[in-house]
């Protein structure tokens, strides 16, 4: 029989010695049961069951029984909460040493942890670890798309938001216009950013990029300058009325343009 020290460097390393294998549950059987699985290496079975939600090992004998891991014992390791399954300091110290080998193997800032985007992706992958197998090791990189897929899916992605920001755009009665132009020095190319700042019912505010658009028009006039910011709204049925606000520079052509 092996300690359990010896069996967590075996989960650590994903040994394909070792097999977690749920306990059959009978009528008789206690619902415990149903928070812990067998542990067997080499198809011999172990001394010590895990806890399906904290990955705990605990000592199963004839002579002591394991429903007690779910007062006092797990107490005495983990914070208890009512809300929360509580979650090993062993896999906490495993994700913060992968999130560090993150941001230096892939030279990503710090707060890349703490991005929506990320955390979006963190949590679309531990709901599909639901779903797999958990006496099998997988493959992370059948579950990541191949970057060209994900260059594919932008402008999808891109269509649908647009969308989305349409339907909301429709509804809105009154709301500020910021508008900006500005030019590459390098390139001569000239721009134009639109962005939509909206207070809604419960006094949250909402910020909308319209977005970023290359002003290619012959003529800087202030009369080519509001058509093309109108022609820009009229994309996502907005329009510049009484209940607008425009704010922009002092430039005099911006001043003349939403005068």
């Known amino acids: ?15 394909s010695s070792l097999k977690i294998v749920k306990p059959k549950i009978t ?18 079975k172990q001394e010590y069951v895990i806890c399906n939600q904290c990955e705990d090992l605990l000592v199963y004998k004839p002579s002591c029984a394991v429903v007690s891991h779910d007062q006092p014992n797990i107490n005495q390791f983990y914070a208890s909460s009512k809300t929360e399954p509580a979650i090993s300091n062993r896999v906490k110290q495993e994700i913060k040493v992968a999130c560090v080998e993150f941001v230096a193997l892939d030279c990503r800032s710090f707060k890349t942890i703490c991005g929506v985007g990320f955390k979006n992706l963190a949590q679309k992958i531990f709901d599909a670890a639901k779903y797999l197998p958990i006496s099998k090791d997988i493959n992370i990189e059948k579950l990541l798309p191949h970057p060209t897929t994900i260059s594919r899916d932008v402008n999808k992605l891109y269509n649908k938001k647009h969308q989305q920001l349409i339907s909301i755009c429709e509804k809105l009665l009154v709301y500020t216009v910021v508008v900006d132009f500005w030019k590459n020095t390098h390139t001569g190319i000239q721009y134009c950013g639109i962005s939509l700042h909206h207070i809604s019912d419960d006094w ?13 028009l ?17 994309e996502y049925r907005l329009e510049l009325n009484g209940n607008v606000y425009i704010v922009s520079d002092n430039e005099p052509k911006m001043l003349a343009t939403f005068k």
């Open 204 to 216: 949250k505010l909402h910020c909308f990029v319209l977005g970023c658009y290359h002003y290619d």
């Open 218 to 234: 012959e003529s800087n006039s202030a009369i080519n300058t509001r058509k093309f910011v109108e022609s820009k709204l009229s």
């Open 1 to 15: 029989m092996l300690t359990k020290k010896e069996i967590e460097q075996l989960i650590d390393k994903r040994n």
């Open 27 to 44: 009528s008789k059987s206690s619902a415990v049961w149903n928070s812990f699985n067998y542990i067997y290496v080499n198809d011999i």
